[in-house]
């Protein structure tokens, strides 16, 4: 994993296989909570382990830089995501109604309280 963007507010990381960008993950923070912007691993690089590693080194640096909860919305039918989230202690939090657009479709959005959360 390679940070490719320092800035006090936000950690993004890159996931190289070879010299090829496998996987990357976006998260931003303010006052103690993240919120996960984008996450994903090119399909021919599914099943091996990369998205569980980059979401590891992800939640490693935001629980560093004092974040004690983390967000994000996945769409419903996204079954690989959300084993994947709820696997690593991600809990349902709500539902968003029609969030996505091509196709229309609901978000579930995840929380995932950090060590030292509330």
Avoid: C, K, Q
């Avoid at 539902?95 to 229309?104: F, G, K, N, V």
């Amino acid at each position: 994993m390679r940070e490719v963007l320092a800035a006090p507010s936000t950690v993004a990381l890159a996931a190289e296989t070879g010299s090829i960008l496998s996987g990357y993950a976006v998260a931003r923070s303010v006052a103690g909570a993240a919120e996960i912007l984008t996450f994903g691993v090119l399909p021919r690089f599914h099943r091996r382990g990369i998205a569980r590693e980059l979401l590891r080194e992800l939640l490693a640096r935001l629980g560093s830089a004092g974040v004690t909860e983390v967000w994000l919305e996945v769409r419903i039918s996204n079954w690989p995501a959300r084993t994947l989230y709820e696997s690593s202690g991600f809990r349902v939090a709500g539902m968003r109604r029609a969030y996505y657009r091509l196709p229309i479709e609901d978000a579930l959005v995840y929380r995932l309280l950090l060590s030292g959360g509330a």
